[in-house]
């Protein structure tokens, strides 16, 4: 567990990229959907 806390402010910023990266996968996806549907 302390390794995990060990990155700090840069391992934050990896997971905030990550998490955005996701969210906007999901996005274009769903909006895709919708697209495909109409």
């Known amino acids: 567990m302390r390794a995990l806390c060990h990155g700090g402010r840069a391992g934050d910023a990896a997971r905030a990229r990550l998490h955005r990266i996701h969210f906007l996968a999901r996005a274009g996806m769903w ?4 697209k495909h549907r109409a």
Do not use: R
Request: net charge negative; no cysteine.
């Open 31 to 34: 909006s895709l959907a919708e």
